[in-house]
């Protein structure tokens, strides 16, 4: 079993930078492919970015590449999204997701996903 934990969503004017936390216990995440998701009103939950397991290596949606940098920290068990230049369509619930390490091919489907965090609301006004 995995808890996920997020924090630092907030109001933010469109240019403007948040940095989300993820932070895990019952399990290490170095062992799970950690993605983050997001879900407007009205919405279907999307991909926004992942990092797998092994290696580190990170997949973004096209629509917040070169924006968003997707990272982890092992020794702290924690996951971070830092989103720089952001839009009012940014805005919407970001969800934090740990993915068991077979099933890594998978990282853009939210179905895939074992556990799942809160949420953290981000709103970007214009």
């Known amino acids: 079993q995995v808890q996920l934990v997020e924090s630092g969503g907030g109001l933010v004017q469109a240019g403007g930078s948040l940095r989300l936390s993820c932070v895990a216990s019952?399990?290490?995440?170095?062992?799970?492919?950690m993605g983050w998701f997001r879900q407007a009103p009205a919405k279907e939950r999307e991909f926004v970015a992942a990092i797998i397991w092994s290696g580190g290596n990170t997949y973004y949606a096209d629509s917040v590449k070169g924006r968003f940098t997707i990272s982890r920290d092992n020794a702290k068990n924690t996951v971070y999204l830092q989103m720089n230049s952001l839009k009012p369509e940014d805005t919407a619930v970001y969800y934090c997701a740990a993915l068991y390490a077979r099933d890594t091919y998978y990282y853009s489907r939210a179905q895939s996903y074992n556990y799942w965090g809160q949420g953290t609301q981000v709103t970007v006004s214009s």
């Open positions: 019952g399990r290490t995440v170095s062992t799970y492919t």
